[in-house]
């Protein structure tokens, strides 16, 4: 079987799990090109910004139900064999406040999932695995053809730009639209995952804590403004969501209040919404192969592994059309 050469665009936890996954299919080469790589903060770029834990509430029978279900199954093994994979496992407590339901924040927070927390501790072998990395920024997909893989051939094209999918030329998806989350990390730390179905802020706000494992602070949440892509916190947004963790879990100051929380940094990143759900699709532009793996919203990191998985069969067909897969 002679080598095939795909392209990866993007190296978020869509991008860096679906190259992990390909490198394990023998007779492939693999690049992955994105303008932000780990280690990065921008606001182009959700992965570094998410909890990320795992509550999965897809609705049974759906394709966002199935990918979390395959993405459980290796974060569980990860939490219990790979320690250096930086997943815990965490008592969670849902607090169900009768007044919100029905409200914006309550069915955003019902696609607040999953779990892994930095991507680059989940997929540990990209490079071990002989993954070739190289940040390029693509105005148009036309020019992933020019030269960009080792091997100065492409066969094929993964799409995992996440919210810049709705900027890049040649097939811009004006479904995906950014749902804004601010965020504090903080060093105090916590024993409970706390999530709350609302809060008395207005629909586009919300109050959620989970203390990361392996030293990665505790992140103290949130929001969910959707269409809103302001890079800078807001500073009144910031004291709401620390008063609210703070009220929510006291053990976090000890029964002080916010000016005893020791913070790190504030954040704001922008969930790659897609209106009709997560895109793990192939298409044919041209004579070249695309498949795309975009669009996860809050959902990136709980479906990491599923769509990843599904990702890679939809390449498979394409580039081994007369294969048993
Ligand atoms: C505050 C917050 C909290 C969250 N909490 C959770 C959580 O608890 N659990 C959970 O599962 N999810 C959570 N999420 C959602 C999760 O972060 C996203 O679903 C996930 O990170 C999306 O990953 P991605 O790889 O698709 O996109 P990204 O991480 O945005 O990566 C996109 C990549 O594509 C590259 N790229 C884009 N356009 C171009 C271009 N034209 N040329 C070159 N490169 C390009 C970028 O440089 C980057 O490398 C949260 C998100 C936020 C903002
Ligand atoms: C929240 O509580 C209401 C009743 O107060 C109930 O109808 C609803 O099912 C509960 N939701 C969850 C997710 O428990
Ligand atoms: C990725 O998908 C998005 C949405 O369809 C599109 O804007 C972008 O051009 C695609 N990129 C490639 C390389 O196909
Ligand atoms: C988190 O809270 C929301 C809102 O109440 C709820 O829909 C969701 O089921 C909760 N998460 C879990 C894992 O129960
Ligand atoms: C907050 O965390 C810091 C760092 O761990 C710690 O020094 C401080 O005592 C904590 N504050 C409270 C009130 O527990």
């Not at 609705?59 to 064999?81: I, P, S």
Request: aromatic share 6%; charged share 20%.
């Amino acid at each position: 079987m002679t080598q095939k050469s795909i392209v990866v665009i993007g190296a978020g936890v869509a991008g860096l799990t679906t190259a992990l996954l390909l490198s394990r299919v023998p007779g492939y080469k693999i690049i992955v090109a994105a303008k932000h790589m780990p280690g990065d903060y921008d606001i182009e770029y959700a992965s570094p910004w998410a909890g990320a834990n795992y509550m999965p509430v897809s609705l049974g029978g759906t394709n966002a139900a199935e990918w979390d279900k395959v993405t459980w199954k290796v974060l569980h093994q990860l939490a219990l064999e790979k320690p250096e994979a930086g997943i815990h496992f965490q008592d969670c407590e849902i607090r169900n406040r009768t007044k919100d339901i029905g409200s914006a924040t309550a069915d955003w927070f019902s696609e607040l999932l999953s779990s892994a927390p930095w991507f680059k501790d989940v997929v540990p072998n990209c490079l071990g695995n002989g993954v070739t990395f190289k940040r390029a920024t693509f105005n148009h997909i036309s020019e992933t053809s020019a030269g960009i893989h080792p091997s100065g051939t492409v066969d094929l094209v993964v799409n995992c730009t996440g919210l810049m999918a709705s900027r890049l030329g040649g097939v811009e998806d004006k479904l995906v639209v950014p749902a804004r989350g601010q965020i504090v990390i903080v060093r105090n730390e916590s024993d409970r995952m706390v999530n709350v179905s609302g809060t008395d802020h207005g629909d586009e706000e919300a109050c959620y804590v989970m203390t990361r494992a392996a030293g990665g602070g505790t992140v103290l949440g949130g929001s969910y403004q959707k269409g809103n892509w302001e890079s800078q916190p807001d500073p009144s947004l910031a004291v709401r969501i620390m008063k609210r963790a703070v009220e929510a879990c006291p053990e976090l100051t000890g029964g002080k209040g916010i000016e005893a929380l020791d913070v790190v940094r504030h954040g704001v990143g922008l969930r790659p919404v897609r209106h009709g759900g997560t895109r793990v699709e192939r298409e044919r532009l041209g004579d070249l192969w695309v498949v795309h793996n975009y669009g996860a919203g809050g959902a990136g990191y709980q479906s990491s592994y599923g769509c990843a998985e599904d990702a890679v069969n939809l390449i498979r067909h394409a580039l081994e059309p007369q294969a048993k897969l």
